[in-house]
């Protein structure tokens, strides 16, 4: 500033607050313009200025309370309308004060149904394992069972019948109370109201680009998905995927499980060989021209026991099954009472007639590659009607997702259907939930037909599992997540053998 510009009150007013003011590089402020007022005990016409306050910055990392989150509209990148519900950094809530009504829902159908697993109670059933709490219990001693009430401050589902239970066996819930935290902001975010980037599926690349089938990582990135960087979307997408993608793992010459992992037996290797001729065909012959046109070969058909949640998966995710296999076309069949619950309103069943005579819902405007069938009828009876027949190794493949083989509430079901899939001797691809679930149906499998049978994938844990752990609202402290483990059978072949005629002598 020049003094040839400056009157001279300003510029002795500078030179007093000079020293008052602190090294810019320190403390970063702007001077205020305004005029300061003036002091009471001192005459308007004196020169001196009040003494600038320096601003002191506020150290305490106490945040102000903010106002509640009110929903809000919003258009996505897709253009569809949306309300945000929850943000993602409020996403932990009891279940009994969520904002979400079915999660207030739940709670009370837990409250209602669950029992307090503290050992002071009497058994309410027997133990599933040894790890199960109900093997804490005595039958006759104890307490009356109480149903569970007080939710527990870490993870807000309900655990036991009062805070003083919880206090007490407060060890043995700290092994899942991370884990069932987690299952509830993943349930929470799912019902927020915000745009799933994770459940944007890729679509078909070209023959020449190999997909790594080693792990989630390697496969989401060969087949040039979105980078999910955040552990939740991670959690979100598998949960989805890994119903295609165990059936893809196990079919696809790229296969994890081989004879060097030691789970893949010999006779594995035989039957999936069989199937893996016809999912990856060689490419010589056919064409565009008429010259070198051939038959093509019948789809492979992958019929799916038991049917539940997979069923109502979306199309886009199924179809990736579709993508990973090139010049194959697939028929999918859904079988089970099951199958349709939940989506009678978005596809009415058909009527019985001569043409559907199991009012099967056909799906075939899915892909060129692929169809959909949804049969509401347990397997046998199809069976027992030829309805499917001729079975071919080659082409037909059975799959069970938690089938509860060995469970003695769902066994009954699976008595009349066990011995048919086994004299299809087509390959059965099955998995569980837990561990204890999957060496449960093994070993029924096993003492059941042991000698009808030939494993082709020794039990164990299966490299696409879904990530996402889910809660059993009948047992909270009964943690688990979709296809922990896998396995596959099928019925024993015998192959005969000539015996060479002993010559004259």
Request: aromatic content about 10%; some cysteine.
């Amino acid at each position: 500033m020049r003094s040839s510009q400056t009157c001279t009150r300003c510029i002795s007013a500078i030179r007093t607050l000079r020293p008052q003011i602190p090294h810019p590089t320190r403390t970063a402020f702007r001077i205020p313009s305004q005029k300061f007022p003036t002091p009471r005990n001192h005459s308007t016409k004196s020169t001196t200025p009040r003494p600038l306050a320096i601003p002191r910055r506020d150290l305490s990392t106490t945040s102000e309370k903010q106002k509640p989150f009110a929903p809000i509209d919003y258009i996505d990148p897709e253009g569809v309308q949306r309300k945000l519900v929850l943000k993602q950094d409020d996403l932990f809530h009891p279940l009994s004060e969520s904002p979400i009504p079915e999660m207030r829902k739940r709670a009370a159908f837990i409250k209602q149904h669950a029992y307090c697993p503290h050992p002071s109670h009497q058994a309410t059933r027997p133990a599933k394992h040894e790890g199960d709490l109900e093997a804490r219990k005595s039958p006759t001693e104890g307490a009356p069972p109480a149903h569970v009430n007080f939710e527990c401050p870490d993870c807000g589902i309900p655990v036991y019948c009062c805070e003083e239970h919880w206090a007490d066996d407060y060890e043995q819930h700290l092994e899942v109370c991370d884990i069932m935290r987690e299952a509830n902001e993943d349930d929470h975010d799912l019902r927020s109201g915000r745009y799933f980037r994770e459940f944007s599926m890729p679509e078909g690349q070209p023959e020449e680009v190999l997909t790594n089938m080693s792990s989630w990582d390697t496969y989401m990135y060969t087949r040039d998905y979105d980078a999910l960087n955040d552990d939740r979307q991670m959690r979100h997408a598998t949960h989805l995927l890994t119903y295609p993608m165990t059936i893809a793992s196990v079919l696809s010459e790229l296969s994890p499980y081989n004879m060097r992992s030691g789970r893949l037996t010999p006779e594995g290797l035989k039957s999936f060989s069989a199937l893996r001729h016809s999912l990856h065909p060689a490419r010589t012959g056919g064409g565009d021209t008429w010259r070198n046109a051939r038959l093509a070969p019948p789809p492979v058909r992958i019929f799916i026991l038991g049917a539940r949640a997979e069923s109502s998966l979306p199309r886009d995710v199924w179809i990736q099954l579709a993508y990973l296999f090139h010049r194959v076309q697939f028929s999918l069949h859904f079988i089970g009472p099951e199958s349709m619950l939940g989506r009678e309103s978005e596809l009415p069943l058909p009527e019985r007639t001569p043409l559907n005579p199991f009012g099967a819902v056909i799906e075939d405007r899915i892909s060129s590659a692929m169809k959909i069938s949804t049969f509401v009828e347990y397997y046998h009876t199809l069976h027992k009607t030829g309805y499917f027949y001729p079975y071919d190794p080659y082409f037909d493949c059975f799959v069970a997702f938690h089938p509860g083989f060995g469970n003695p509430a769902s066994m009954h079901e699976w008595e009349e259907t066990l011995p048919l899939l086994l004299e299809t001797k087509c390959p059965v691809i099955a998995t569980g939930y837990s561990p204890w679930d999957l060496n449960q149906d093994v070993e029924f499998l096993k003492y059941r037909y042991g000698n009808e049978m030939d494993m082709l994938l020794e039990p164990g844990e299966n490299k696409f599992r879904s990530l996402r752990w889910e809660v059993n609202d009948l047992d909270p402290h009964d943690v688990h997540c979709g296809n922990l483990g896998l396995y596959a059978f099928r019925g024993k072949r015998y192959e005969t053998t000539t015996r060479e005629e002993e010559k004259a002598e």
